[in-house]
């Protein structure tokens, strides 16, 4: 991606960088001042804006998604922790579900053609409306949040459930490592729920990766599991994110 130019991107003139510098206000924290400079500074920032995308996290998707081919016509997507959209938006583009506005929500036109798919954002708070998203103010880990889930996707399972969801950080690395980990444990379960044979599962992970018992579980649930840090994810950020592709079926309960 190249930088925006202008004060906010990473352009050069006269050999001089043009870095945006925010001086500390007296209300302002250090570490606020600090991330304000580099929101202003990032190219993906900027990039964002001037495409109108609702967030930068849109280009970890497209580049995800260019590199691995998760989306397609016709699917049926799940975004948990949808706000502020921008995984959503990219979403509805490649699943074409702005064209499945006004039909039988089954993916398909009231001939039967396939090709409109449909994206179902789930999020604790309210989400601005956009073309070709259900947005649901709902807890995903509710016990009947599956089969509700089911019903906006027309009584169908899903192809793919997405999660860029971080857990609220306390600054102790190891307690936040474990409230990610069980975070993503918990989509993961929501996952296995939700989806129809040989779809996907892509979530937020951080500084280790998977824990052992996570990884174990989705390899025995996916045919494939693997890690990627797409280049939108920030240098300095432990940020990685765990792709589980090709999943094998619900598993039977467990009996008393």
Excluded: C
């Amino acid at each position: 991606m190249s930088g925006a130019g202008g004060g906010t991107g990473g352009g050069r003139e006269g050999g001089r960088s043009l870095k945006t510098r925010v001086k500390t206000a007296k209300r302002r924290s250090a570490s606020s001042t600090q991330w304000l400079q580099r929101q202003l500074n990032d190219p993906y920032v900027a990039a964002a804006k001037r495409e109108g995308y609702r967030s930068r996290a849109a280009f970890k998707l497209i580049e995800i998604d260019d590199r691995y081919k998760l989306l397609k016509p016709g699917q049926k997507i799940v975004d948990l922790g949808a706000a502020p959209g921008g995984w959503s938006q990219i979403a509805a583009k490649r699943v074409k579900s702005q064209e499945g506005q006004g039909r039988d929500g089954q993916g398909k036109d009231g001939q039967g053609r396939e090709g409109a798919g449909k994206v179902v954002g789930i999020d604790l708070l309210d989400v601005e409306t956009m073309p070709g998203v259900d947005f649901q103010v709902m807890d995903f880990l509710d016990d009947d949040a599956p089969e509700r889930l089911k019903a906006m996707l027309g009584g169908a399972e899903a192809d793919g459930v997405m999660s860029d969801m971080a857990a609220n950080t306390t600054g102790h690395k190891a307690t936040d490592h474990l409230r990610i980990v069980h975070l993503v444990e918990l989509a993961a379960d929501f996952a296995a729920q939700v989806l129809a044979p040989g779809g996907f599962f892509l979530a937020k992970v951080f500084q280790g990766g998977t824990e052992n018992d996570l990884l174990a579980t989705l390899k025995r649930d996916y045919a494939t599991v693997r890690h990627v840090k797409p280049k939108a994810s920030r240098a300095d950020s432990a940020e990685l994110y765990v792709l589980a592709t090709g999943f094998r079926g619900a598993r039977p309960p467990v009996a008393d």
